[in-house]
């Protein structure tokens, strides 16, 4: 098979490298520079001439705070190069494996994971043009697979992990919010997950919305303590506060915990809890300095 794979030098998209190099399909890493998916034409050009049977989609605008400034373009990179991809996806019978987010349910109330079918409420924009991404692939009506996932950190790029590495290695104290609760999400699990739903074959007939984290549960606090120890950062003192103590432009999910079980039972699938894949990441970021 032929994979295309967008937004290919991110976190998700370095991953997805890793896991396809031992695959015997044509994987075809593409970013900005090889392709640029906001152009409907270029998209539909490079789906159709490289016969392209599946899409990964894992490009998006991600700075949640800076796209309160920057709506429009937002839009055009979580819904407008979407449905560019969905439409191509449509025309030539592709299946596109798209990657959203837990903000699609913003600040809605409730301490129970999130199911796939629980009614959506983002809060901000970043939130609602990942939602209008998802109505996009829907409204295209091409063979999709949308997995929405959350707190997601790797050795690549910008990410929690890397940023508290690097304040508990050089601030006596730190505070850090208690009161937002999810799991974080190895890219590289996730990457391994879209890898084997693709080598499996088991994209027709399993389209639909999808949710994936690593299991169990924590607050940002907690994710910082886990840092610090399997770092074995000990100087810094680390503090729980509240959310309301970092202000911030856009309301974040308070309890962003999301269920697995469709896509565990869909595709026979077994998920790392969370605190043994943080180690692999920062052994992995301790080998590489």
């Not at 996932?149 to 304040?167: C, D, H, I, P």
């Amino acid at each position: 098979m032929n994979i295309l794979v967008t937004g290919a030098n991110g976190q998700l998209g370095n991953c997805l490298r890793n896991a396809a190099a031992k695959s015997a399909d044509n994987y075809i890493f593409t970013d900005v520079a090889e392709l640029d998916i906001t152009d409907r034409d270029a998209v539909a050009h490079k789906v159709r001439d490289e016969n392209i049977d599946v899409i990964v989609n894992c490009a998006a605008y991600t700075n949640v705070d800076k796209a309160e400034d920057e709506p429009e373009f937002a839009e055009l990179l979580n819904a407008g190069a979407v449905r560019n991809l969905a439409e191509a996806a449509k025309s030539t019978g592709a299946t596109l494996i798209h990657v959203s987010t837990d903000y699609v349910f913003g600040g809605a109330a409730g301490n129970t994971p999130r199911r796939e079918t629980e009614p959506v409420n983002p809060t901000g924009v970043y939130g609602l043009t990942k939602l209008h991404g998802e109505q996009a692939v829907e409204e295209a009506g091409c063979k999709a697979i949308i997995i929405r996932t959350a707190w997601l950190y790797s050795e690549y790029g910008r990410n929690f992990v890397k940023t508290m590495l690097s304040l508990t290695a050089s601030k006596p104290e730190l505070n850090v919010i208690f009161d937002q609760i999810g799991t974080p999400t190895y890219a590289q699990d996730l990457a391994d997950t879209i890898f084997h739903i693709i080598e499996q074959r088991k994209l027709d007939g399993n389209e639909g919305v999808y949710h994936y984290s690593n299991e169990g549960v924590c607050s940002w606090y907690d994710f910082t303590r886990h840092i610090a120890d399997i770092s074995g950062q000990k100087e810094c003192k680390i503090l729980p506060c509240h959310s309301d103590e970092f202000p911030s432009k856009v309301m974040r999910p308070p309890f962003s915990v999301l269920d697995k079980t469709k896509l565990k039972e869909t595709f026979g699938i077994e998920i790392p809890y969370w605190t043994d894949s943080l180690a692999i990441c920062i052994n992995n970021l301790k080998t590489q300095s």
